[in-house]
């Protein structure tokens, strides 16, 4: 079994920043490939959204109401990702959660991690 555990958010003020962090741990040995990692949202009373990823290959994306404030890293040597997270807004407030998407060898997978909080006061 693997695991994604999240650290980091939060409360913080509008126009302040934060930082995710999200590391892969247990049976790291069961995964081939971990084909991309990133970030997904969730704000009460909406679906959960992608606010960013990371391919292996370096392809990066971003939700456009974060482009130019979030910025996404990876170590893949240690199967972490990171969200840096600057300029927030009362809406950017939502459980953030860690996602991977991987192949074991035999067969695609995909992993979520429990969710952080992020609030950001207006």
């Known amino acids: 079994q693997v695991q994604l555990v999240e650290s980091g958010g939060g409360l913080v003020q509008a126009g302040g920043s934060l930082s995710l962090s999200c590391a892969a741990s247990?049976?790291?040995?069961?995964?081939?490939?971990?084909?991309?990692m990133g970030w997904y949202r969730q704000a009460p009373g909406k679906q959960r959204e992608l606010v960013a990823s990371?391919?292996?290959?370096?392809?990066?994306d971003y939700a456009d109401s974060v482009k130019g404030r979030f910025t996404i890293s990876r170590d893949n040597a240690m199967n972490m990702v990171y969200l840096q997270m600057t300029s927030l807004r009362p809406e950017d407030t939502a459980v953030y959660y860690c996602?991977?998407?991987?192949?074991?060898?035999?067969?695609?997978?995909?992993?979520w991690g429990r969710g952080t909080q992020v609030t950001v006061s207006s």
């Open positions: 996602n991977a998407r991987y192949y074991s060898g035999t067969a695609h997978g995909e992993l």
């Open positions: 247990g049976n790291i040995a069961s995964i081939s490939a971990m084909i991309a």
């Open positions: 990371s391919t292996r290959g370096g392809n990066i």
